[in-house]
C-alpha cells in the first residue's frame, strides 16, 4: 500500500475538510479526493460521509486512522533503523494549552526545525482530558499539560517546568468580583475560582487573547500565565494584583509505543 495515502487519511480525518488538507498536503484538490477514493477501495469500506459542514470520519474511518498511525510509526522506524542515527526526520504530533502553544513553543520547534529540517511539528491547542486521551489513543505523540499534578495510569509523566500564574487588571481597575477566565478545564483557573470567598460574576472565553483584552479594556480581572502577559505588564497596560500558585508543565508519553527518532528529539528539545 502507498503510505502516502494513509498521510492523507491522517490530514483530512485532523481538518475534516478536503480543501485544507490540500493546502496542507501542497496537493490539488482532486488529488486529495483520488487519494482518499482510492484507499477506500483498497480497504473496501466508506472511511468518509462527504457532508455540507465537511469530510466526517464513519466508523470504519476511524478504525483505519487507529491503524494507519501504527503504519506509518513502524515505517519511520524502519527508515531511521536503515539510515542510523544521523537521519532525524518525520512528523511529530504535539498537544498542548494554548498558552504553551502560543508563547512557550514556538521558539523550541524553531530551534528544531533549523537543526534538524527533516522533523514536521504538529501543535494543536488541547486541555488536559484530550492531550492524555490523545497520547493513550496515539493521537498524539506527546502531550504537554499545565496541573498541579497529572494521573494517567499506563502512561509515562515527567515535570518538565513551572509557569507562573497571574492574577491581572488593568491600572485603576477596582475590585468587582468581576472576572473574565479561560473555560472550564483549564486546571489554574479552576483552582482560583474554588479559593474565593463567594461567588463572583465569570465570563468565560476559549481564547487567552480574548480574556487578555477584556482585562487591557479595563472590564475586570483575569487569571493568566505570566508569560501571556509580561508584555503587557512591561508596557504598564495591565498591573499584577498578586502572584497566584504556579502550575507544573508535565510532558506526557506513552512508554508502550516506541518513539521515532524524531519523537524522541523533540521530546528532548521540550525536557
Not at 48 to 53: A, C, E, G, T
Not at 120 to 126: D, F, G, I, Q, Y
Not at 171 to 195: A, I, M, N, Q, W
Request: proline content about 6%.
Amino acid at each position: 500500500m502507498d503510505t502516502r495515502l494513509l498521510r492523507t487519511l491522517l490530514v483530512l480525518a485532523r481538518t475534516g475538510s478536503f480543501t485544507a488538507t490540500a493546502t496542507q498536503l501542497h496537493l490539488v484538490q482532486s488529488t486529495v479526493t483520488s487519494q482518499v477514493k482510492a484507499l477506500e477501495r483498497h480497504l473496501g469500506a466508506r472511511l468518509f460521509d462527504r457532508l455540507p459542514s465537511g469530510a466526517r470520519l464513519t466508523e470504519a474511518g476511524r478504525r483505519a486512522v487507529e491503524n494507519a498511525r501504527e503504519v506509518l510509526a513502524a515505517e519511520q522506524r524502519l527508515r531511521d533503523a536503515v539510515r542510523g542515527s544521523t537521519a532525524v526526520e518525520g512528523d511529530v504530533r504535539i498537544g498542548a494549552p494554548e498558552s504553551v502553544c502560543a508563547y512557550r513553543l514556538p521558539q523550541r520547534i524553531a530551534d528544531v526545525a533549523l537543526r534538524w529540517p527533516g522533523i514536521t511539528v504538529h501543535l494543536t491547542p488541547v486541555g488536559t482530558r484530550e492531550a492524555i486521551t490523545g497520547v493513550r489513543g496515539g493521537g498524539l505523540d506527546l502531550g504537554l499539560v499545565l496541573e498541579d499534578s497529572v494521573v494517567a495510569p499506563g502512561l509515562e509523566v515527567n515535570a518538565i517546568a513551572v509557569e507562573p500564574i497571574e492574577l491581572v487588571a488593568a491600572p485603576g481597575v477596582p475590585l468587582d468580583e468581576r472576572y473574565f477566565l479561560l473555560e472550564e478545564g483549564c486546571s489554574y483557573t479552576e483552582r482560583f475560582v474554588r479559593e474565593l470567598p463567594a461567588t463572583p460574576h465569570i465570563t468565560r472565553f476559549g481564547s487567552i487573547e480574548a480574556v487578555r483584552s477584556c482585562v487591557v479594556a479595563g472590564l475586570g480581572w483575569a487569571v493568566l500565565p505570566r508569560v501571556a502577559v509580561s508584555e503587557q505588564l512591561d508596557a504598564g497596560t495591565l498591573h499584577r494584583v498578586r502572584e497566584l500558585p504556579d502550575s507544573t508543565l508535565f510532558l506526557v508519553t506513552d512508554p508502550r509505543r516506541t518513539p521515532s527518532a524524531a519523537v524522541r528529539t523533540v521530546a528532548d528539545a521540550l525536557s
